[in-house]
Structures are given as structure tokens and as C-alpha cells.
């Protein structure tokens, strides 16, 4: 894992199709930094090439404790621990259309 710090306010580009900012918490009022672990976002970006997917959304990336308590979050999710790796994201296939849980997990 290569985890990395960003300010809350950081627009860095990771890979092609992801953006820091899309991978900060998003509780109301919650300007804190952003922990990434930068292998798995590169991973997102090669599967998403190998599967010929154009568009990555992140529904949720790092969450602070408040936040994870607000969505009903596990008190251990990934999401908040910055030694480890969480997203929630939505591919697009070249179409413009999402793909499925099913097929992405397939």
C-alpha cells in the first residue's frame, strides 16, 4: 500500500480518471484531510481500462468517524481507516451507460 495524505481542498489529479477531490469525505461541514491509498486507485484505473470502462464515479472514498456514524456505517469500515483501502464507486461503459454490480463483479 502507498497511503498518502491530501488537504481537504487538494484538486490533484491520481490517475486519468480520478480526482482527489471526488475521494474526500462528504459530511456536511467536514473540511478534513483526505487519506489515499494510491495502489488502489491505480488499480481502479487499470481495471477500468482493461474492461474498456470510460467514466469512474466514487460514491464514497475516506469518511471521518461523524460521517460513518451519520450513514450508519460499520465502526470498522476501511473507509475511515487510513491504513487501508475503500471506495464505492459506478463504472461507465463506452456507451455512457452504468454497469451493473453483477457485471462488474463478474
Known amino acids: 500500500m502507498k ?13 486519468k480518471n480520478t480526482n482527489v477531490s471526488e475521494l474526500k ?6 473540511k478534513h484531510d483526505i487519506w489515499v491509498d ?13 474492461e474498456g470502462y470510460i467514466k469512474v464515479i466514487y460514491t ?13 456505517g ?7 481507516d487510513p491504513n487501508a483501502c475503500a471506495s464505492d464507486v459506478k463504472f461507465y ?3 455512457g451507460k452504468l454497469v451493473t454490480a453483477k457485471i462488474v463483479c463478474c
Open 74 to 80: 460499520s465502526k470498522t469500515s476501511y473507509h475511515m
Open 25 to 30: 469525505c462528504k459530511g456536511k461541514g467536514h
Open 93 to 95: 461503459d463506452k456507451n
Open 38 to 50: 494510491l495502489d488502489h486507485i491505480n488499480k481502479i484505473q487499470k481495471f477500468m481500462e482493461h
Open 3 to 15: 497511503i498518502k495524505k491530501y488537504a481537504y481542498n487538494s484538486k490533484e489529479q491520481l490517475t
Open 60 to 72: 464514497s472514498g475516506h469518511r471521518c468517524e461523524d460521517h460513518n456514524k451519520a450513514i450508519g
